[in-house]
């Protein structure tokens, strides 16, 4: 297995196409190509099936998978402004490739049906593929074909991102083989001789202790161990060092604990969810997930600082525990970058930090789909990596 990546600053559609793909027979030593993914900045948004059509053409063999951005990431850099056209492209002998779109429409005709939901992959008796997922923010509905997915492939690791090329309905282009989507989800399932793993970084530290939710009706808690959430909120906000009273106001979140079977906690086991709203009457507090009797949870702050640390953290962990990894795709959200760090490349410098020289290619998107405790999420704020590997 090898894998490539490369980046193209050149503003004119063809001359991007060429240097980035002369960039990835080079590091490939020129063997074909059997995957290619690409991502698109908005200046070449405009010729997006033209430029698929050009890197089809000088990768005849290879299957195609892409979407436009906002901004994208290739060969370690990432392009926040202005053209860029970034590409991924992998050797994998002894692995199957097996491409598949879904409409939104689709999502509502399949349901819970397992059996059909492997027939549309095209995966009828494998139940651990590895899955690559791009869709249209505007259209369907993402926590279905998440779950839809997970049903019927249980054992699975889904990762991927939502296109950022537009905030228009109908206007993001979603590029798979020789044709271009403008909405729903594609998709690309890997299996035979590769592994794909991931780590979702969703920039956050814990606040407070562990508590558990004692009342709640819907989505919203009434009693945080015995206590009104918001008595229990201010208690920990007068607590905290002055330097966190901003965030207090404007990046606060909750974490939800996925494994509730674990008894201690630590990052990474909490789903962080936003807080949508409270209720000074009652001292309840509305968030952005769903509850279950005695739930264990905690609040968190976001920060640039809090983010490269936990960052670090995850990575460092994956970096001890895991075989060395053969390439890797980045999904990061638009509010990260530049905008959270202040300086640029900052993802792909701890990536490079912690798992050496290797290919890498992604972008700035709109969600980000990667597990927490095994299960997958639509997230915000994150950066989700996917890392591939021969099977041991």
Known sequence: ??????????????????????????????????????????????????????????????????????????????????????????????????????????????????????????????????????????????????????????????????????????????????????????????????????????????????????AFRGNTILELDGRRPLDVLEEISAQAPAADAALFRGSLFIGIQMDRNKLTVEAGDFLVRNLLGADPTTGGLSIGAELVENQVVQFHLRDGESASAELDERLSKFARERPAVSGSLLFSCLGRGRRMYGVPNHDSDALRRHLGEIAVAGFFGNGEIGPIAGTPYLHGYTSAFGFFRPRA
């Open 1 to 214: 297995m090898l894998w490539s990546s490369s980046l193209s600053l050149q503003s004119d559609s063809q001359e991007a196409v060429s240097e980035s793909s002369e960039a990835i027979r080079h590091q490939l030593a020129e063997e074909p190509a059997d995957l290619v993914v690409m991502f698109l900045s908005g200046q070449h948004a405009a010729r997006a099936s033209e430029v698929a059509c050009m890197v089809a053409a000088e990768f005849p063999q290879a299957h195609l998978f892409g979407c436009t951005a906002a901004s994208v990431i290739g060969a370690g850099r990432e392009s926040e402004d202005g053209a860029a056209v970034a590409l991924a492209a992998a050797r994998l002998p002894n692995v199957s490739i097996a491409p598949f779109a879904i409409s939104g429409p689709e999502l509502q005709a399949l349901g819970t049906d397992t059996k059909a939901w492997r027939a549309r992959v095209g995966l009828e008796d494998c139940l651990d593929p590895g899955l690559l997922l791009l869709g249209d923010p505007f259209s369907g509905d993402s926590d279905a074909i998440m779950r839809g997915l997970a049903e019927s492939f249980p054992q699975s690791v889904q990762v991927g991102g939502l296109a950022s090329g537009s905030d228009r309905p109908g206007q993001n282009q979603l590029i798979l083989d020789d044709k271009v989507y403008r909405d729903g989800f594609i998709g690309i399932a890997l299996t035979g001789d590769v592994v794909l793993e991931s780590v979702v970084s969703q920039g956050c530290r814990s606040v407070g202790p562990p508590m558990f939710v004692t």
